[in-house]
């Protein structure tokens, strides 16, 4: 819901916002990450050491590996506490806490560009690589002391956000935040090994099986991999413990479109693309009634296993020629 | 071959040697890798800029991959070049150079902390994650004028030699150092696509083989993967390609011990191992004959694979219960 009256405000004028009142209610957008738990606890923590009482809201459970910093929070009891949103670009992503918060959200901390202008009052900076590099600004605006605890979560929203400082949003000043955040003791590399380099048994299961669908089309210029229910079954992996998948699909060399394609119930399929220049993935999937950005984009497709195969080959097929991207028409 | 006269010298005695002299051979270690090429390549712009001629000499071929800053250098014809290394530890790892070079080098600059002190001045930090951070320094010590291409090797061996700031090895230096190179055009985002996020099929498709082979012990704390010679005849996989997979057995959650055996010949296996407190890798490959460092070591064993996954399995059993990790010795 767009809020025509949302102020965006500096800062400095947050962080007055914050010394302001003295009971907070933090939201976190569902399923959440660590860049949407970093900031959380980061301006938890900040607040606890300026006296307020804080409450961390997440519309779903935590995951177990963020333990290191995500305690469990207080209760906050009083009638009419302050309700701040951080790394939430839109009241939808509340989940369950929806019905709850939709319209009471007074000050909303984002660094995504789509944010939807939902609160009160917004900072939001869409060159932060990360939530949470906003909040290490604000921490500092307010002079607050950061802990080592602190210091971890910030790395963690910093480190996840950018896959581990990997990604094109990554700017010299994420460098220079990580740098800062090493003078605590933060233990860096146990961090990024939870966060990046520890897999469960099932989903290393579960990627055996995907591999063994790999197929390629157009000279090997298109990967495409499949998911079924019965894999998910049989593995008991769903939910995020499929990102990785897709991720897969577009580290091959040569690979100009990956397609991994995850089964929804009967008749039902859910594509995830991904597209280097010069091909648009949001293009491809647009046409087919999906949507998403240009590098990554997705769309629902329901028939056989079979049927779903060839729409999206075809669909694929007619944005190379658009393209001008050489291929043999395989399908 | 350990040198008695070997004299450390400090960042700006290294710039006043590089100031003295003015034809320079650069040498590399083999199986070059994005920090002994990135070093090489960013001290050889430097030099070019000081108006000085350099030669780049690599024991292996250069991978493609590198070739947006590793292009075809000029040829040095003195008699008597300046011969300097980088980030070479051991004048045994010049491969076919080695002969040639043996007591000829006259600067090396590294950062491992077991270099040999094979040449007559010695510039290392062993605290720099990478050579590239010393490089960078020295650059800075010279005031030569860094270009574009040389901030992109300089990236791409601090990236490569910390897993992409993943590592222990990483310092509040590395991400300063990281930010400075940010103001020139180096599209990090596109480097590390490159570095770390592009398979090869035929990678892809050993993966897929080497999962199959995935065997869990000692109540899922060991996997053991392997790699026959019939894989890597049928994939084309050999050398660097096989870094990867070792990489895998340390990634599972609540491996304590991965086993990657590598097939070389009729009755020859090389076992990489990956360990996690409180085992150590070093201690297991020594008492079969092997070595290493504590998280990482490895050893060759004789005998059919059953008899080295045996003789393996119950030398790690052993560790375990002296570690007192409590496992039901399934082998």
Redesign the interface.
Known sequence: MSNNSCNDITLSKAAKFLKKHDNYIILTHSSPDGDTLGSAYAIYYGLKEMGKIAEILCPDEIPKKYSYFAVKTERVTVDSPTVISVDLADEKLLGGLEERFRGKIQLAIDHHISNTRFAENLLLDSNAAAACEIIYELLGALKVYINDVTAKALYTGIATDT??????N???????I???L??YDIN??EI??LM??????RL?QL??MV??T?E?HFD?KCIMLTVTDEMQKETGCSGTDLEGIA??S?????ILVGITIKQNGDREYKLSLRTFEPLDASEICKSLGGGGHKRAAGVTLSGTLEEVKNTILAEVRDNMEKANVRASSDK
């Open positions: 896959g581990c400082f990997k990604y094109s990554v700017t010299a000043k994420t460098h220079i990580a740098s800062e090493f003078c860096a590399a990024n090994r990046f380099d520890t897999k469960s048994k290393l990627e055996r591999l063994d790999a390629y090997d991720v897969i577009r580290s091959i060399e040569g």
